[in-house]
């Protein structure tokens, strides 16, 4: 008997082992869409005029590509993500309402004052503002949350920041269209 028919044999004789399992396929990955966020369709909900002009600005440079997110596996209690950054993309500074962790797969990245490679994470806290900056060759990472449903909450506050992102990513566009995902996981 091979090792994995034993294995196998093993399984099938432990009561619902097998039934527990859930298997996911990169192929079957879908792209991770954006919401609105929580309590925007109150009557007293505004956004800072900036942050909406710069949200605007987001969409009307989409195009230029730049960033890949793909929701991997996602429970009531796990939310699990596939993210490429390409190298420059300009990630707004922003926060989360659920923590989150990142571990590195390729590439690099500086979050803060540190510098993250392959096989590195980070643990950011629910309400900590944050962005990332791509290396050379991009970043890849798994992203991982402890809920499905989070907003995401927009910090820079002036229209000259917002500017400098719509006009990173058109300055980039062209770079980004031959760029390659360090490791390739699943691509763009």
Not at 58 to 76: H, I, N, P, Q
Not at 118 to 144: C, H
Request: charged share 25%.
């Amino acid at each position: 008997m091979s090792w994995e028919s034993e294995n196998e044999a093993l399984v099938r004789e432990e009561p619902g082992a097998a039934k527990g399992f859930t298997i996911t396929r990169g192929k079957d990955a879908h792209p991770h869409m954006g919401r609105k966020q929580r309590g925007a369709d109150a009557p007293d909900f505004a956004l800072h005029p900036a942050i909406l002009r710069g949200m605007q600005q987001f969409r009307e440079t989409a195009d230029c590509g730049g960033a890949t997110a793909k929701t991997l596996f996602t429970t009531d209690a796990l939310h699990v993500s596939y993210v490429w950054f390409q190298s420059g993309y300009p990630l707004p500074l922003h926060s989360h309402d659920v923590d989150c962790y990142y571990l590195l797969i390729a590439g690099s990245m500086k979050v803060g004052t540190e510098t993250l490679e392959k096989g590195d994470g980070v643990f950011i806290p629910a309400g900590v503002p944050y962005t990332v900056n791509p290396g050379a060759e991009g970043v890849e990472f798994i992203e991982m949350r402890t809920s499905p449903d989070y907003d995401t909450h927009y910090r820079a506050k002036t229209d000259a920041y917002w500017d400098r992102v719509a006009d990173t990513r058109r300055a980039r566009k062209a770079i980004w269209a031959e760029e390659k995902a360090p490791y390739g996981l699943l691509g763009g």
